[in-house]
């Protein structure tokens, strides 16, 4: 061993540890938003059907189906199993989210994102700030990126099922 | 061969062996798991739907003199159509019936608008938990049967609770109901919460026209507002009304 691959191992011991917040952060940002809206359904399907994207009846649906998902895939997350598939999917929920924020803005919607409340149209003046929704998104972003790419973490069933320690 | 090369050979062997044996190990582990979270994903949505389809299937009583697909209560004989949709929650619903109701009311009585008001409830979440919007919009619905909906509509905003106040009991909303002359059937309705699931089945109606917000004001089915989505000011309600005059 020369000294050059010294630096690396030390670098590659760190990930697990990095990555392992990762999925933690990750993890609380699902559950609690899901946790806010799975209390009302009817309230989240407005928050979807204020983007004006899809009819009201799918919607609905997707209002009603899209917390228990957020909360299921916070809980995969904390438990850190098939890690890479999780963050995979948060990614892509994320992108998905991004993109219709986006959508919103540039067609000049006035809504609250919905994405830690129930969401709906902004009145009494208080006004949309899509730049910041987007950029604490891709924030969570970030996070499940670094999980994509280094899946490997600390206390999670992957790797209790791997025998790792 | 040698002695030496054999366990090495053996040695080798055996590595390649328990690569192979942790690789399959690892594939496993991958499969099945992925298969898991799959699963619970699945379930989890599934259970959204199956609450939501739910949900959807209590019975509704809708109150015999609401107009609209049985979604508002109309006031005034009027040519033009005024739908005004509002949660009794809702602080800027109780400012644009300070400032504009009386001109609202005026209108009626000239008969130049019919106005039908749509009790939604988006509110629900504001009321630490006793759904206040649900309930005084299903008290309203009692009120309108007994023939006495603006009276009510109106001491209900002299009445509003704060935002993320748990808001008046149902007993409260008895005694203002008693207030502006409702009687027993009033009270018996707001106690057996007669008319909650019709007040859920209007704010269903209310979002599926692709409306979000309160108050939304409609005259002749355009959409009045301020600049800027703000609610209109009198006189940009007026107008509306004459431009729908023709």
Known sequence: MDLKQEQPTRLTAAWPWISTLARLGLAVVFLISGGLKVTDLAASGRAVNAYDLMSWETAKVVGAVQPFLEIALGLLLLIGIATRLSAAIAAVVLVIFIGGIISAWARGLQIDCGCFSKGGELTGGRTAEYGLDIARDVGFLVLAGILLWKPRTKFSLDGLLLGER | ?246
């Open chain 2, 1 to 246: 061969m040698s002695k030496g090369t054999r366990d090495r050979k053996s040695a080798q062997a055996r590595r390649i062996v328990e690569q192979q044996k942790a690789a399959e190990r690892r594939r496993k582990v991958t499969l099945w798991t992925a298969v898991a979270v799959v699963l619970v994903l699945v379930v989890a949505g599934g259970i959204g739907w199956g609450i939501m389809a739910n949900q959807d299937k209590g019975t509704v009583t809708t109150p015999s003199v609401a107009v609209d697909e049985g979604t508002a209560f109309a006031v005034g004989s009027g040519p033009v159509t005024v739908d005004l949709y509002e949660d009794f929650m809702c602080p800027i619903c109780n400012q644009f019936e300070q400032s504009t109701g009386g001109t609202i009311e005026k209108m009626v009585t000239d008969k130049r608008v019919t106005v039908r008001y749509h009790p939604v409830a988006i509110l629900d979440g504001a009321s630490n938990g006793t759904k206040y919007s649900t309930r005084a919009a299903g008290a309203s619905a009692a009120a309108a049967q007994d023939g006495k909906f603006l009276e009510y509509h109106k001491v209900l905003y002299a009445n509003q609770p704060e935002e993320n106040s748990s808001g008046p009991d149902n007993a409260k909303l008895i005694e203002l109901g008693k207030s502006v002359g409702l009687g027993s059937s009033f009270e018996t309705a707001v106690n057996d919460k007669t008319y909650d699931s019709w007040a859920t089945k209007v704010t269903d109606t209310f979002a599926s026209r692709g409306f979000n917000g309160t108050p939304t004001i409609v005259v002749n089915g355009k959409q009045v507002e301020g600049p800027n989505n703000t609610l209109p000011t009198t006189a940009v309600f007026e107008q509306a009304v004459q431009a729908a005059e023709g």
